[in-house]
């Protein structure tokens, strides 16, 4: 089956957004975010390449290049996609987890709300190879791919103060780590000492959109 | 790195930290740009001074900011309205000023926008991360220690070539005032605004709330909704964006705003106006004016033209 089309729009005066039309996780679509992000990444006149979950923002210097010509480079990387099946491979790096007590607060929670026991949502949320889709909202911050459906299960309404860095949560299908301390909404079941940003490190990124990951409880 | 310090913090102010013209292209870690909030001001202070325009600084905001220089040099404070005072003596913003070992600089608060820079002749020594030295405070990136500088604070001079102070003529400063006008065109999300939305954003002001920072500046005024519940998945957010959550309340993203987000992306400020969200100060009025198209384009040319050829490589 091939992959919707994505649409091209406008991004205020200096940049653009692709954007495919799907509700959820798409395996497929993701894949293709990540493919365009490489092909547009081949352009020196892009300031920032932002793959997403389902969308791709792309911001130039609207000094350098018109929006004409940006929209036509964007249109035929497009194009160009829908010939594109090679599954991206992406290293694998597994994530040891320390699930529930105070490292997962919420996982009680969770087991009673989903009617799961603790132990059956470790095991589901352990038990498949997860994408990272998506860096950010802050250095570290791994957004990932789709979780089990049993385990879905929106933010709290009102956000903690303070989440603490390498903990693992659950947002509706996602599930993502925080790289750092920071406020969040997400449902918090384990944390990992892994270090998924250390500005000090050779290699300051643990891991990088593209690359899989697999938790290990601990 | 010098052996003496140049410069020591005697109060740090409300929020003093090293900047220079930021770290762009890494937004897809997670890595703002951050840099100089108000690129233009910053630009100009160390124009005067002699440096190139993208030579660390201080950027201090609000005011509050003392400091002992150690060494003679030649320093100039751009931006913000701020009293600046020299030994106790009144010092004209946007003109360098030799200053002595000794010397004692204070910034008053703000009267009219938000940042104040303090550029030194050489520049200032600080923290690399990925090309920058830019303080990045959410994950200590950069500056000094990637913190807001306190009392005790050493700095030490960046030994840069500069050449020999300059002016800048009178008529090309920036004129701040307690009412900003952004230029903006319509973020992915802004028809998915209410029709009553979509007029407010660009016939009513906003005020920005004590919520205003280097990462973003929430306003307050008419609501500005959706017509259905926007059932977004997280994606990827610029700075100069107006955000649109559902309490009605939006949030303007800046230098070192969230790279993803998950509200409706209602406006974007024009890239030759984004200087000018550095300067939103809390309690100030902010006005959106609809940016037509191709209008764009020609502004940031324009502005461009006029500002690199006073000072060299310069650019919105």
């Known amino acids: 089956m091939s992959p919707p089309q994505p649409s091209l729009r406008r991004y205020g005066d200096n940049a653009v957004l692709v954007e495919w039309d799907v509700t959820g996780f798409d395996a497929v679509v993701s894949e293709q975010v990540h493919a365009l992000a490489a092909e547009l990444r081949k352009e020196v006149f892009f300031t920032e390449i932002m793959p997403g979950y389902d969308s791709l923002v792309a911001s130039f210097d609207l000094a350098s290049i018109d929006e004409v010509a940006i929209h036509q480079r964007v249109g035929r990387a497009i194009a160009e996609l829908s010939a594109f099946d090679a599954e991206l491979s992406g290293r694998l790096v597994d994530i040891p987890v320390h699930y529930g007590g105070e490292n997962g607060p919420d996982l009680e929670a969770l087991s009673k709300a989903t009617g799961k026991s603790p132990k059956e949502i470790i095991a589901f949320h352990s038990s498949r190879e997860y994408r990272v889709c998506m860096m950010g909202f802050i250095p570290g911050f791994t957004f990932l791919s789709e979780v089990d459906p049993a385990l879905h299960h929106p933010r709290h309404a009102t956000p903690r103060a303070m989440v603490p860095a390498g903990s693992v949560g659950i947002a509706n299908w996602q599930t993502g780590i925080y790289g750092l301390e920071s406020p969040g909404g997400w449902q918090i079941i384990g944390r990992t000492d892994s270090v998924m940003f250390d500005p000090n490190r050779d290699e300051p990124f643990l891991v990088s959109a593209g690359d899989r990951i697999r938790f290990v409880p601990q | ?316």
């Open chain 2, 1 to 316: 790195m010098s052996v003496k310090p140049l410069i020591t913090i005697l109060n740090g102010g409300t929020q003093t930290t090293v900047q220079d013209s930021g770290r762009p292209g890494y937004r897809h870690l997670g890595i703002p740009r951050s840099g100089a909030a108000d690129r233009l001001s910053y630009a100009i202070a160390n124009h005067l001074v002699g440096n190139d325009w993208d030579t660390p600084a201080l950027e201090c905001a609000l005011g509050g900011l003392h400091l002992r220089f150690e060494q003679d040099t030649t320093i100039a404070v751009s931006g913000a309205q701020m009293w600046a005072q020299i030994q106790g003596m009144n010092l004209d913003l946007n003109r360098a000023i030799d200053v002595e070992a000794g010397d004692i600089l204070t910034l008053s608060y703000a009267r009219a926008g938000c940042r104040g820079y303090v550029a030194v002749a050489g520049g200032l020594a600080a923290q690399e991360f990925m090309g920058s030295v830019s303080t990045y405070l959410p994950a200590g990136l950069g500056g000094i220690e990637g913190r807001a500088l306190k009392v005790g604070d050493k700095i030490a001079s960046a030994d840069l070539p500069y050449a020999a102070s300059r002016t800048i003529p009178r008529g090309y400063i920036p004129f701040l005032s307690s009412h900003a006008v952004l230029r903006a065109r319509s973020g992915p999300e802004f028809d998915k605004l209410s029709a009553e939305s979509r007029r407010y954003l660009f016939t009513t002001p906003f005020i920005a709330t004590p919520a205003t920072d280097r990462m973003g500046a929430r306003l307050r005024g008419d609501r500005i909704v959706t017509d259905d519940p926007l059932q977004m998945t997280s994606g990827p957010l610029l700075p100069g964006t107006l955000q649109c959550p559902p309490d009605g309340q939006p949030i303007l993203a800046l230098a070192d705003g969230h790279c993803t987000g998950g509200y409706a992306r209602g406006l974007h400020v024009i890239q030759a106006d984004q200087w000018l969200l550095g300067q939103i100060a809390p309690g100030m009025q902010i006005s959106f004016r609809r940016c037509l198209d191709g209008e764009a384009p020609d502004i940031l040319q324009t502005r461009n033209a006029i500002w690199g050829a006073l000072i060299p490589g310069f650019r919105f």
